[in-house]
């Protein structure tokens, strides 16, 4: 299986902070990697698609980007809604695997 | 718009067979665009795929779950079943199905989860 980790699993931060979450696949999975937000009690949503894309109706400040095995989520500008726990996921090769979540935390 | 909703026994002993049905309302299951999956949740945990079915009625599914796992398709009552059997604790988790759009096979609708819990 392609085992996903992320780094940091949890921060705190303020309302208008830039903060960034990196995600690393334990092998090539070719662009194919997904985010998403969770907040307690809710299923997942998805953010971002293949590295970069943007899912329709999420705000333009969380873009991906991808370096190698390495993938970056990133939040331009934290808004109150945001304080969620984020999960990357691999979609290159099933068993799909997720990684184990940064939490955002209220600074 | 498409929306999905889990339905299906909340507590189960050891040694039972889990039965979860997800009722796709919005769209058709039966879209060749789409799989149809089920992830599910351990409380406090991370996310863990379980497997998916196409239209077509192939499935694949976790190798972790040591061959425990069916899931099928019912394109008349627009919806689509998990199976999992000789259940333990360790199956005790959240269960979401969601749609796994094919090209990226992200999950873009989700349901909302249901709670199944394993105890004597």
């Known amino acids: 299986d392609i085992q996903m980790t992320q780094s940091p699993s949890s921060l705190s931060a303020s309302v208008g902070d830039r903060v960034t979450i990196t995600c690393r696949a334990s092998q090539s999975v070719s662009g194919y990697l997904n985010w998403y937000q969770q907040k307690p009690g809710k299923a997942p949503k998805l953010l971002i698609y293949t590295a970069s894309s943007l899912q329709s109706g999420v705000p333009s400040r969380f873009s991906g980007s991808a370096s190698g095995t390495d993938f970056t989520l990133t939040i331009s500008s934290l808004q109150p809604e945001d304080f969620a726990t984020y999960f990357c996921q691999q979609s290159y090769r099933t068993p799909f695997t997720f990684g184990p979540g940064t939490k955002v935390e209220i600074k | 718009q498409v929306q999905l909703q889990e339905s299906g026994p909340g507590l189960l002993k050891p040694s039972q067979t889990l039965s979860l049905t997800c009722t796709v309302s919005?769209?058709?299951?039966?879209?060749?665009?789409?799989?149809w999956t089920w992830i599910r949740q351990p409380a406090g945990k991370g996310l863990e795929w379980i497997g998916r079915?196409?239209?077509?009625?192939?499935?694949s599914d976790n190798p972790s779950l040591e061959s425990r796992v069916t899931i099928s398709l019912d394109t008349s009552k627009n919806q689509f079943s998990l199976r999992l059997g000789s259940v333990t604790a360790a199956d005790t988790a959240v269960y979401f199905c969601a749609r796994d759009s094919t090209g990226t096979d992200s999950f873009d609708i989700w349901g909302q989860g249901t709670m199944v819990t394993v105890s004597s």
């Open positions: 079915i196409y239209t077509t009625g192939s499935t």
């Open positions: 919005g769209g058709s299951i039966s879209s060749g665009s789409y799989y």
